[in-house]
């Protein structure tokens, strides 16, 4: 079955480390996003991705970096310098046509402590 | 600019009374809209869609049409159930946009 792969599921790390989540995708889609959502929130875009090779930063960007050196995946590194990194991250892709849905992975779920 | 806004939530029914859960949205063009529902602690599912004014999209029971008059796209059941207790999200696409806009989310607890 096609869909979007988010691992792993639940994931610690120490203040000050950087840490990657991972994002896969096997849909053929061109784009993917990555969403931050916070306990009682919403969704707030950090990046996202249109073509292999290039990304453009979202509402949130500062303090995540992320790659897209092929179609399928798109990871993303939370590094030492955001602030409160502890969250619910979302990743998503999407066909591009307007009348498609993105579709979402299972999340991973970070805690800094 | 496009947005979406929501019924604030969160929302509590006994089993098998009627929701109506409140969207409406600016657009800057002419929108796709879709309703997404997140069950805890995973990840997004679309619901249902509509891509033009007076379509109807449905989905498990679930309704919501596209009214371009009164800029809306109002989520409905006629019968919740226990399993429905979810969080409920609205959306909007504009054709050559990059990007969906979503509402805030609307949490739905249904009681048995």
Redesign the interface.
């Known amino acids: 079955d096609g869909g979007i792969t988010q691992s792993p599921k639940y994931l610690f790390r120490k203040e000050g480390q950087n840490v990657t989540l991972s994002c896969e995708q096997n849909l053929n889609h061109d784009a993917m996003y990555w969403y931050r959502q916070d306990p009682g929130q919403g969704l707030r875009l950090i990046y996202y991705s249109q073509i292999v090779n290039d990304f453009q930063k979202g509402d949130i960007a500062e303090g995540y970096s992320v790659s897209r050196e092929k179609k399928e995946s798109f990871p993303l590194t939370v590094t030492s310098a955001q602030k409160n990194p502890t969250a619910f991250y979302l990743c998503a892709s999407w066909a591009g046509l307007y009348n498609s849905p993105l579709h979402f992975g299972n999340g991973t779920r970070l805690t800094v402590t | 600019g496009n947005s979406v806004t929501q019924m604030e939530g969160p929302v509590t029914l006994s089993e098998e009374a009627f929701l109506t859960i409140n969207c409406t949205y600016t657009a800057t063009g002419y929108p796709?809209l879709?309703w997404?529902v997140q069950y805890p602690?995973?990840?997004?599912?679309?619901l249902l869609?509509a891509?033009k004014a007076d379509d109807k999209g449905s989905n498990k029971g679930f309704e919501a049409t596209y009214r371009k008059e009164t800029t809306s796209f109002h989520l409905e059941k006629g019968s919740v159930q226990v399993s429905d207790s979810a969080v409920y999200?609205c959306?909007l696409?504009?054709?050559?946009?990059?990007?969906?806009v979503?509402?805030?989310?609307t949490?739905l607890t249904i009681n048995p």
């Open positions: 796709s879709f997404y602690g995973e990840g997004l599912q679309l869609k891509t999200f959306a696409i504009i054709q050559g946009a990059q990007k969906l979503f509402g805030q989310g949490r």
